[in-house]
C-alpha cells in the first residue's frame, strides 16, 4: 500500500518556468490537499478538495492552480514560478464521509527551488 | 493572520520527563484538533487527535487536553523518550469548509 505519492522529490527551476507537482494516493479518500512548509512558517494550507471536480482555496492560493479530475490524483501546477516559491511542498489525503474528515496522511514532500 | 498559534519554537526535556508542548488558536469554527510529529526529509506523521466535544484523549504515552473555553491544547508525552525528538505541529479543522490549518510547530529535544 504506498499510501500517498509525491513526484518529483527534487526540482530546480528558473524563475517564470512553468511546472505540476504530482500527488497520487491509493487509499480511495476523498480529501487531498497541498500544504507549502517554510522556515518559521510552519506548514501554510495552499489549496485542497473534497473530492472529484471540487477544489477550493487555502491560507496561500496565489500562483498556484489545482484540478480534481480523479479521486486519486490531485497536481498541484505552477503556472510562472517565482523564487518566493522555493519551498518544500506536501500533499496530505483522508476521509472524507458525512460531513466529516479524519486524521491527514501525508506524502513525503517535494523539495522546489526557484532561481 | 496566524489561527493556530505554536508560541515555543523550542522546549529540551530529559529523558523519562514530561514534555508539554502548547497550542493556542482563535478561530471558534475549529472543532477537530490533531497533533503531528515530523521528522527532516519525511512527511509528518500523526500522533494523536481530539474532538471539540471532549477535553481529553490518550493513546500510550500521548495525552492531549483541549481547553475550549481558553481555545488552548496541549500534547504531553510521558515519559519522554530520544526517539520523540521531532517537530511537533499542532492542527486545527475548520467546521464547514474542512480546512485543516497548522501551527508553525515546536521542536522537541529529548537529551539522554
Known amino acids: 500500500n504506498a499510501g500517498v505519492t509525491q513526484t518529483p522529490k527534487f526540482q530546480v527551476l528558473k524563475t517564470g518556468q512553468s511546472m505540476t507537482l504530482q500527488c497520487a494516493q491509493d487509499m480511495n479518500h476523498e480529501y487531498m490537499s497541498w500544504y507549502r512548509q517554510d522556515p518559521g512558517m510552519g506548514l501554510r494550507l495552499i489549496h485542497y478538495?473534497?473530492?472529484?471536480?471540487?477544489?477550493d482555496q487555502g491560507e496561500v492560493p496565489n500562483g498556484y492552480n489545482v484540478s480534481r479530475s480523479t479521486t486519486e490524483d490531485f497536481p498541484l501546477r505552477l503556472l510562472s514560478a517565482a523564487p518566493s516559491q522555493t519551498s518544500v511542498y506536501f500533499c496530505?489525503?483522508?476521509?472524507?464521509?458525512?460531513?466529516?474528515?479524519?486524521?491527514?496522511?501525508f506524502g513525503e514532500g517535494s523539495r522546489l527551488t526557484v532561481l | 493572520d496566524q489561527q493556530v498559534k505554536q508560541n515555543s519554537p523550542s522546549l529540551s526535556v530529559q529523558e523519562g520527563r514530561i514534555s508539554i508542548l502548547n497550542c493556542d488558536y482563535t478561530n471558534s469554527m475549529f472543532d477537530y484538533f490533531l497533533w503531528y510529529k515530523k521528522y527532516p526529509a519525511e512527511g509528518p506523521t500523526f500522533l494523536i487527535s481530539i474532538s471539540s466535544i471532549k477535553d481529553k484523549n490518550e493513546d500510550g504515552r500521548f495525552t492531549v487536553f483541549l481547553n475550549k473555553s481558553a481555545k488552548h491544547l496541549s500534547l504531553h508525552i510521558v515519559p519522554s523518550q530520544p526517539g520523540d525528538s521531532a517537530v511537533y505541529f499542532c492542527a486545527a479543522m475548520e467546521t464547514g469548509t474542512y480546512k485543516y490549518i497548522f501551527g508553525t510547530g515546536t521542536r522537541l529535544k529529548v537529551l539522554a
Open positions: 478538495s473534497v473530492g472529484a471536480g471540487i477544489t
Open positions: 496530505a489525503s483522508s476521509y472524507f464521509r458525512q460531513d466529516q474528515t479524519g486524521e491527514l496522511f
